[in-house]
């Protein structure tokens, strides 16, 4: 580089070179300033056409995708020199052909995608030249990790491409992902690792150990019933014991009201199992042969139309006579009898009224219905409605008494 003191030596002795050379500099820096300011312009136009509408995921995948077909297409410059021995302009003009025409087959298949719903034979070309070309490149590699880096480039832009085919297809079809039978969600579920729902480990651990003290329970009536030996009946009753202890331990089950309902309503259920056996679940596409429509409710004769006014009126007497259930472990007590009753008067074919429930347990009214309205839903008591409204036309209110197909009134002595 010339001094300071040779370039003022140069401009003293030849000033109209110097004069050119400073008119040919200013013109330069006018020229590439020009040039820059189109570029930055028709590089601003691409960015707002093609770059600033698109999501970014869009974008990135088609730089990812375009350095991997520069990888690839290295390979294949490296192939055509060393193998195919091309050299100069050809090898310039041939190097790339499988990537131009995997460029092309992708083109076409994202018109195909929009026009067609579907890629078509240009999405397979697409996957069959990625492999050709990665083989191809992979082939000339001078070293193992050179010819995996070779040959994963091409996959890569392939699985890219793939991917935002993926979206495009999603968004124009309408229809979501495929839904996998096997994630790693439901094995986890599947090895009782995780819940589908989502409880606290308190609410799981909860529901666990009073599922335990259902199951015990069933059991032990289970064993008793079929006359089974002491040696059983003791373990079955240790058993029950100890889950119950650990449910009063670690669930607050003696002075938690909800979990003290939810524990009967699952004893309710397991001892009623085989009430399932009787249940008549109709098809409602398939009509019977026997169909005819419901009838409208008749009126009641009048003798049970005075025994329902009668009724009435002692339900109002002990909802003024019956004490007011305050201790949970009180109403715990007065729920376990009111379901023993109910049992046994199911059992005889008998729906027990409200007031009948009131009356013999010595509870509320609106406690008594608030205990019928759920155990009315069970199998076999909604059997024994469902025969009363269709023989008789009495609708279930829980004051009605229950008649036999006889015409005998079951429920009112």
């Known amino acids: 580089m ?3 003191e040779e370039i003022t030596t140069f401009i003293t002795e030849k000033p109209l070179a110097t004069a050119v050379i400073a008119l040919l500099s200013l013109a330069g820096l006018i020229l590439a300033f020009l040039v820059l300011r189109v570029a930055w312009r028709v590089t601003a136009w691409l960015f707002a056409r093609y770059v600033a509408n698109r999501p970014i995921e869009d974008v990135l995948t088609i730089v990812a995708a375009s350095i991997a077909t520069g990888v690839s297409a290295q390979g294949m410059w ?10 100069g302009p050809l090898r310039l003009l041939l190097f790339a052909f499988i990537e131009v025409a995997i460029i092309t087959s992708a083109v076409r298949a994202r018109r195909n995608m929009r026009e067609n719903f579907s890629a078509g034979i240009d999405g397979i070309a697409v996957w069959a030249l990625t492999c ?28 890219l491409w793939e991917r935002g085919m993926a979206i495009e297809r999603h968004r124009i079809r309408g229809t979501g992902r495929i839904n996998w039978r096997l994630t790693p969600e439901r094995l986890l579920v599947r090895l009782g690792l995780a819940e589908v729902s989502d409880r606290t480990a308190s609410e ?4 666990r150990r009073l599922t335990r003290v259902a199951l015990a329970a069933k059991r032990a009536k289970a064993l008793r019933e079929a006359g089974a030996p002491d040696r059983k009946m003791r373990a079955a009753l240790a058993k029950l014991d100890k889950a119950m202890d650990q449910a009063v331990e670690h669930t607050g089950l003696a002075v938690d009201q909800g979990r003290q309902e939810a524990l009967l309503a699952q004893i309710a259920a397991l001892y009623n199992t085989t009430a399932l056996i009787d249940a008549d679940p109709r098809v409602p596409w398939e ?12 009126e009641l004769p009048p003798a049970l139309a005075e025994l329902v006014r009668e009724e009435d009126d002692e339900e109002i007497a002990v909802i003024d006579a019956a004490p007011q259930i305050v201790d949970t472990a009180q109403r715990a007590v007065l729920m376990r009898q009111a379901r023993a009753y109910w049992n046994r008067q199911i059992a005889k074919g008998i729906v027990p009224r409200t007031v009948d429930i009131a009356q013999e347990i010595g509870i509320p009214v609106p406690v008594a219905r608030e205990w019928r309205a759920l155990w009315k839903l069970e199998p076999a008591a909604h059997a024994l409605i469902e025969q009363l409204y269709h023989q008789h036309g009495i ?19």
């Open 2 to 4: 010339p001094t300071f």
């Open 287 to 298: 009509p019977e042969r026997d169909h005819r429509p419901v009838p409208a409710r008749p």
């Open 78 to 87: 490296r192939f055509s020199g060393d193998v195919l021995g091309l050299d």
């Open 132 to 159: 050709l070309t990665a083989v191809l490149s992979s082939m000339d590699a001078s070293s193992f990790p050179e010819a995996v880096f070779r040959l994963a480039a091409p996959l890569v832009a392939a699985w």
């Open 395 to 413: 609708v279930d209110t829980g004051a009605f008494p229950a008649i036999d197909d006889d015409g005998r009134v079951l429920a009112k002595s």
């Open 204 to 207: 799981v651990d909860a529901h």
